[in-house]
C-alpha cells in the first residue's frame, strides 16, 4: 500500500540528532522573516480571516511537526511521578477477565499503565457525586505522555467546560518497543477498570479523546459494545478531532494531497511515523478496529464528535460521524468549528486559536449538560 516506511530513523541516533537539529533551526530562522512579511496582507494567509498570528504559528507548527516526524525521536514512558507528584497514579492490569478477543496478543500484553490526575486526585464525595472525564491524549501514537507539559492547556479546558475531575493515560506508544496495536486499547481497557473499582459509576464516566486519543476512545467504545456486558458503557463519548483511518495514513503523501493541507499543520512524515508504529504487521487481528474506511458499530453511549473545518481530518471525522449516526440506536452529535485547523484541544494557545479552543470546549460541556 503505497510507501510504507520503516518505524525509527538513523537521525534518532546522535549525531545525527543533533545536527538535524542545527540544520532544522538555520533553516527556521531564515525563513521565519519571510513569512512574517509574507502573512501581513490577508489575502496571502490561508485563510483571509486568520489573524496575523494565527496564519503565523500555524505555519511554525506544520515545521515543527515536520521536524519531528522526520527525526522519530520519541519520549520515554516513565511511572516516575515527577512534577505530577501525588496526582500521578498507577494502574495495575485486572486480575479479571476483562482483555479478550482482540486484546489476547501474543507479543502484546496488559502492563501497568501511568495517569496523570486535573486538577487533583478525587475525594470520596468526588466519586460519589461527580463526573470524570477519561481523556486519552493526542500526539499521532508517537509524541506526548498527557502530563502537564504537553496536555496541561487541554486540561485546563475539560476542567473549566466539561467535568471536574480529568484523568490522563499515559499509554503506550507506537513510537515505542512494544507499543503497536493492541497496546493502546490495553491500557485503555486498564484505564477504565481502574475508574469503576475506584468506586466511579459507569454512568458518571464520560470516555473523551483528542487527535490519536480520539482513536483510543473510538476502539474503547467499540470493544466495549462488542463484548456487552463485560464492562458498563460511559455516559458519553468526546471525540476532538478523531484520527479515524490511522492504517491509511501508512502510505506517504496522504496529508499532503488532502484539500485542507494548506490551512492544517499536519505533515504525513508525522502522521506516517505513527501509523506506521501503531499499526502490527499483521493486521488481520485487528479485524475492524483498523479497518479502513473505519467501519460503523453500534454503541450505548453517545457520541459528540468536533472537527475543525478547514483540517486534513476534517472530511473522514464528518464521514464517520455520519455513518455511526446511521446506526440503529446510536446518538451522534457532530460540532464543526469553522476555519479552524486540527485539534485546537491540543494546540489552540500555541496557534492563537484560543477563542475558537473555548468554544469547542464550551459545546461539550453544554452537550453533556443536555444529556442530563
Known amino acids: 500500500m503505497g510507501s510504507r516506511l520503516r518505524n525509527g530513523s ?18 527556521t530562522a531564515i525563513k521565519f522573516p519571510l513569512w512574517m512579511l509574507y502573512y501581513i ?8 480571516s486568520w489573524t496575523y498570528r494565527q496564519a503565523l504559528m500555524t505555519q ?22 515527577g512534577a505530577e507528584g501525588d496526582r500521578f497514579v498507577q494502574m495495575k492490569p485486572s486480575k479479571e477477565a476483562i482483555y479478550v478477543g482482540v486484546l489476547e496478543d501474543p507479543e502484546v500484553t496488559p502492563v501497568v499503565v501511568g495517569g496523570t490526575w486535573y486538577a487533583a486526585p478525587p475525594i470520596q464525595k468526588d466519586i460519589e457525586t461527580r463526573k470524570v472525564i477519561l481523556h486519552f491524549h493526542g500526539g499521532a501514537y508517537a509524541i506526548n505522555q498527557g502530563r502537564e507539559r504537553d496536555a496541561g492547556y487541554a486540561a485546563k479546558l475539560l476542567l473549566h467546560h466539561v467535568g471536574p475531575r480529568v484523568l490522563m493515560p499515559q499509554y503506550r506508544l507506537g513510537s515505542r518497543a512494544g507499543g503497536q496495536f493492541p497496546a493502546a486499547l490495553q491500557d485503555a481497557v486498564t484505564s477504565y477498570k481502574y475508574l469503576l473499582d475506584s468506586g466511579f ?19 474503547l467504545l467499540r470493544y466495549i459494545s462488542e463484548h456487552k456486558g463485560l464492562l458498563p458503557s460511559p455516559s458519553a463519548g468526546l471525540l476532538w478531532s478523531p484520527w479515524v483511518d490511522v492504517y491509511r495514513c501508512l502510505e506517504d503523501g496522504v496529508a499532503e494531497r488532502n484539500r485542507n493541507y494548506k490551512t492544517d499543520y499536519l505533515t504525513s512524515a508525522f502522521t506516517v ?28 453511549t453517545p457520541l459528540w464528535i468536533s472537527t475543525g473545518g478547514v483540517e486534513v481530518l476534517r472530511d473522514e471525522n464528518v464521514e464517520f460521524a455520519s455513518g455511526m449516526d446511521k446506526m440503529k440506536g446510536n446518538k451522534v452529535d457532530l460540532h464543526e468549528e469553522p476555519f479552524v485547523p486540527h485539534d485546537l484541544l491540543l494546540t489552540g494557545n500555541f496557534l492563537g486559536f484560543e477563542k475558537e479552543a473555548e468554544n469547542t470546549a464550551k459545546k461539550a460541556g453544554e452537550y453533556l449538560n443536555s444529556l442530563g
Open 60 to 81: 511554525l507548527q506544520k515545521i515543527i511537526v515536520y521536524h519531528i516526524g522526520v527525526i522519530r525521536l520519541s519520549p520515554s514512558l516513565s511511572l516516575i511521578p
Open 273 to 300: 511515523w505513527g501509523a506506521v508504529g501503531f499499526v502490527p504487521d499483521s493486521t488481520k487481528i485487528a479485524g475492524e478496529y483498523l479497518s479502513s474506511p473505519p467501519k460503523p458499530f453500534t454503541t450505548d
Open 201 to 219: 459509576a459507569a454512568s458518571s464516566i464520560v470516555v473523551s479523546g483528542d487527535s490519536a486519543g480520539g482513536n483510543i476512545a473510538i476502539t
Open 41 to 48: 496582507p490577508r489575502r496571502l494567509r490561508p485563510i483571509p
Open 10 to 27: 538513523f537521525l534518532a541516533r546522535q549525531p545525527y540528532t543533533t545536527i538535524w537539529i542545527l540544520f532544522a533551526l538555520l533553516s
